[in-house]
């Protein structure tokens, strides 16, 4: 399927191996990604929380259903993707855009997605832009919408204009920071402290490059600065009410509610949850942490499977009464 896409390119010449790599042309370079599962199996699109990588979906995606296929990207800027063009921002309606040039590439008119934490953020968005493309949406540790009081708006929006201004007076010497092995997995180690050894070996396989004196991360360090485009509350509930996908969110009793969630932000946070509720979607706690899906798969997979499963089903039921009202 992929050989004939225009604009998409194999990176691994085995064909019918389990995992392959994928690269989706860009105007500024290309999104890169990992392919699991039959051809032309069920279209699953995985994104990626802010500062990881589609490896963080590797322990997972071998434990759901295998009639899917799944397929994982690098978030601009993240991973092995292409970084965006000087003086540009990584915000939220790029990523967005970024998801709809990939499944254009791949020719996916309707498809399930599954966010971790940022990438639920971006798939949210997603799912309420286009709720045509979208049949089944699972949010991994995050709330697809995460509301700013529009009080602080201003500010954030004045910081990153700032940061990004200084970022670009910085020589590319200055931007480029070089480090041992050892030093880089403390830097992550530091970051991220629930992470499994398991776990950051994974991430750093697409995270890591090796330079001249030791490595550095392939990220993009302007995902750093402060995202300028922030919707208010209210907002977040106008999108959220037009997905129209089948919703499941997985919280992490010790995720990101605890991690991330101020006492200013509870209350907002529980009305999105609660909005979900209302409209028929499933809302679940899990035992662990923000990368739970990555550190426990199996506590996550279950769900997750069972999910994709009766929505597959229900999609066979609807083909099949179709079928049977043109006899």
Request: proline letters at 4%; a neutral charge.
């Amino acid at each position: 399927m992929f050989q004939a896409l225009k604009g998409v390119r194999h990176m691994s010449s085995v064909v019918k191996q389990a995992v392959s790599e994928l690269s989706v042309q860009v105007p500024w370079g290309e999104i890169r990604g990992k392919v699991w599962g039959p051809d032309h199996g069920r279209p699953v699109l995985c994104l990626h929380g802010w500062a990881d990588n589609c490896g963080t979906f590797n322990t997972l995606i071998p434990l759901l259903p295998k009639e899917c296929r799944y397929v994982a990207v690098d978030l601009a800027g993240h991973g092995l993707s292409s970084h965006r063009p000087a003086g540009e921002f990584y915000a939220f309606p790029s990523y967005v855009m970024d998801v709809r040039r990939v499944v254009d590439a791949l020719q996916w008119s309707k498809f399930s997605i599954i966010g971790h934490s940022m990438g639920g953020n971006v798939a949210g968005m997603f799912s309420a832009l286009y709720p045509e493309m979208v049949d089944a949406l699972v949010l991994l540790d995050s709330f697809g919408f995460l509301p700013t009081d529009p009080k602080g708006m201003i500010k954030a929006v004045r910081q990153g204009m700032d940061q990004m201004i200084q970022f670009d007076k910085k020589t590319e010497e200055e931007k480029r920071r070089v480090y041992t092995y050892e030093h880089a997995v403390k830097r992550l180690t530091a970051a991220n402290p629930t992470l499994s050894e398991q776990s950051l070996q994974i991430l750093l396989e697409r995270g890591l490059v090796q330079v001249e004196g030791g490595v550095e991360f392939t990220r993009d360090f302007r995902i750093n600065l402060k995202n300028i485009v922030r919707i208010s509350f209210e907002q977040s509930l106008e999108f959220q009410s037009r997905i129209q996908a089948a919703v499941l969110v997985i919280l992490a009793e010790d995720g990101f509610e605890k991690m991330y969630i101020t006492e200013d932000q509870s209350g907002t946070a529980s009305a999105i949850l609660q909005a979900y509720r209302d409209r028929n979607h499933t809302v679940v706690t899990v035992p662990g942490d923000h990368h739970v899906h990555l550190n426990d798969p199996q506590v996550v997979a279950p769900l997750v499977s069972d999910f994709l499963q009766d929505k597959m089903l229900s999609h066979s039921v609807r083909q099949t009464d179709k079928q049977t009202s043109k006899l």
